[in-house]
């Protein structure tokens, strides 16, 4: 059975910390891993990796990929009360099949 | 904005009520998805539609009733629910490609059945 397992449940750290989420997955079709950031309601892309090794950078924000150990991680530098959310980890194991971690609630202190 | 849009954003219905939830993406995108997020577990996929075609369910219970009628618009029809049926719902949409996809989430409606 396919499955993603995000790591750690929830995470709390003071502003300027650097913290790092963490997912592993088993899927029989993978395809891509997705990182995606949930705050109230809809979760708002982040990245989108299928290669090993290469990392992807937005901003504080970077991640990648590990097909061979079958994990990605996403790291959050210099946090900020604003990166506050729930971030959730996605497999595409197959067209239009995506699982899901149960993602990982991060909660920034000023 | 995402480019996909939900409503209602709320509802409170009965468990004799007949309710619908409806999405509309303006992507262009031609693959429409129904998720329910309940508390502390992961996102579940309910239903798949490509160019209009329900290509999954997930089983899901027949209460439950997807429509696509094109590709910009996605109904989910809800007749006799359960309470453990509250949950927020989400619509996503992706461009259908031979590759890999990225999904876009609308704001969810935020359903509890009493």
């Known amino acids: 059975e396919d499955k993603v397992v995000q790591s750690p449940l929830s995470l709390v750290v003071h502003e300027g910390d650097t913290v790092t989420l963490n997912c592993s997955y088993e899927?029989?079709?993978?395809?891509?891993l997705l990182w995606y950031k949930q705050e109230k309601k809809a979760p708002t892309f982040l990245f989108m990796l299928?290669?090993?090794?290469i990392e992807k950078k937005s901003g504080r924000l970077s991640s990648i990929l590990d097909k061979k150990e079958l994990f990605s991680i996403l790291n959050i530098t210099a946090t900020q009360t604003g990166d506050s959310a729930v971030y959730l980890c996605?497999?595409?194991?197959?067209?239009?099949?995506?699982?899901f971690g149960t993602g990982t609630r991060l909660k920034v202190l000023a | 904005e995402t480019g996909v849009t939900q409503t209602p954003r709320h509802l409170v219905m009965g468990m004799t009520n007949k309710k619908s939830l409806k999405c509309e993406q303006h992507?262009?995108?031609?693959?429409m998805y129904w998720y329910k997020q309940s508390a502390k577990k992961p996102l579940e996929l309910m239903f798949v539609?490509?160019?209009?075609?329900?290509?999954e369910n997930n089983s899901v219970p027949s209460r439950f009733s997807p429509e696509c009628p094109n590709s910009s618009h996605l109904f989910l029809h809800l007749h006799t629910l359960q309470p453990e049926d509250s949950a927020l719902y989400l619509c996503?949409?992706?461009?259908?490609?031979?590759?890999?996809?990225?999904?876009?989430f609308g704001p969810g409606t935020r359903l509890t059945v009493l």
């Open positions: 996503a949409s992706s461009q259908q490609s031979s590759g890999t996809d990225t999904q876009y």
């Open positions: 899927v029989t079709n993978f395809r891509s």
């Open positions: 299928t290669s090993s090794g």
């Open positions: 996605a497999v595409e194991g197959g067209t239009y099949k995506y699982i």
């Open positions: 992507l262009g995108h031609n693959a």
């Open positions: 539609y490509n160019f209009k075609e329900q290509t």
